[in-house]
Nanobody
């Protein structure tokens, strides 16, 4: 069993900041990439930012320069520092991990339950 538990969402005014955290636990052999996706009402889930174990990052154009992803590989934890938040950043934010549970298993995607981020204008 693998669990991804997010925390840090909430309500913030435009221009403010929030920090999301996600810890992966359970039967984990190895993690490749961890990251964040978001889904606004009536829209498809979209990539926000990802980071590989080696430190390579990928950001959505809409968050570049405002959001920063980081990881603590020893703790299987990924963070998302969000600054200069805009109302259009309002969404449920989901943590994602691409991992293997054993040395023989394939790489699979695991998801957290989501955390709401609401940015008021």
């Amino acid at each position: 069993q693998v669990q991804l538990v997010e925390s840090g969402g909430g309500l913030v005014q435009a221009g403010g900041s929030l920090r999301l955290s996600c810890a992966a636990s359970g039967s984990i052999f190895s993690i490749n990439a961890m990251g964040w996706y978001r889904q606004a009402p009536g829209k498809q889930r979209e990539l926000v930012a990802t980071m590989t174990t080696g430190g390579r990052t990928n950001y959505a154009d809409s968050v570049k320069g405002r959001f920063t992803i980081s990881r603590d590989n020893a703790k299987n934890t990924v963070y998302l520092q969000m600054s200069s938040l805009k109302p259009e950043d309002t969404a449920v934010y989901y943590c994602n991990a691409d991992l293997r549970t054993t040395v023989w298993s394939r790489w699979d995607d695991y998801w957290g339950q989501g955390t709401q981020v609401t940015v008021s204008s």
